[in-house]
């Protein structure tokens, strides 16, 4: 049977021995996804992939399994898993609950949010400012997921937390592609000064509305996006 995957997937990860297969075939996938060596329609066929990995069905079953949970896969009936494609009804499901949350979790940071963290959140700050000058898209969007993590973790609310960190894994597609184009990256830059600074003077209001203005101009890119790759 051909394989219908291209060579070009990097199967480097594998050679990470202290993560379980399934997460290894699970980032490997991704990576390959948001990369585009696996494209949209494009069937995920456990035997192959197996064999292009170097590792038995199961992991890769399970990694399926998470790629569906973060909206990268989708089980077509009659024809097994393909490579989901992005819409703009999706993208504004995400982007509209992710508001809300964020606009939340800035909300209570302002009120809960300590010394050492503020400290914290600076430093993510410019750790983000400098990623972007560099072309490692992961280390730029690594860089973006810490600083808004520090913003949930500031909340002492476990709650929240846990919701923000299994909706990051939907999110994180959309993510990607939004910081795929460098000259967002100003904008961005930017916006999180602004939202430290309300955080600083712990101005609800103001960084309320700074947040809102955040998500929803990433929603109004990504929304470009998405009818650019058709």
Known sequence: MK???KDGIDTSQFTNTYLPLRDVAFNTLREAILRGELKPGERLMEVQLAEKLGVSRTPVREA???L??????????????????????????????RRALE????QIACEQIS????????EA?????????????????????EF???IYRSTGNRRLLSIMSNFGEQMYRYRVEYLKERENYPILVEEHA????????RDKDAVTEIMRRHVTNQAVEMKKIIREQG
């Open 103 to 106: 606009e939340l979790a800035v």
């Open 194 to 201: 602004q939202i430290v600074e309300g955080l600083q003077r």
């Open 64 to 66: 399926i399994r998470k």
């Open 68 to 97: 569906e949970l973060e909206g990268m896969a989708v089980t077509i009936p009659r024809r097994g898993a393909i490579v989901a494609g992005m819409t703009e009804k999706d993208m504004e499901d995400v982007l509209q609950v």
């Open 125 to 145: 700050m410019d750790a983000f400012s400098q990623a972007t000058n560099g072309v490692d898209l992961k280390e730029i969007t690594n860089t973006d997921i």
């Open 115 to 122: 010394m050492s963290q503020m400290k914290e959140l600076k």
């Open 148 to 150: 808004h993590d520090i």
């Open 3 to 5: 394989s219908e995957y």
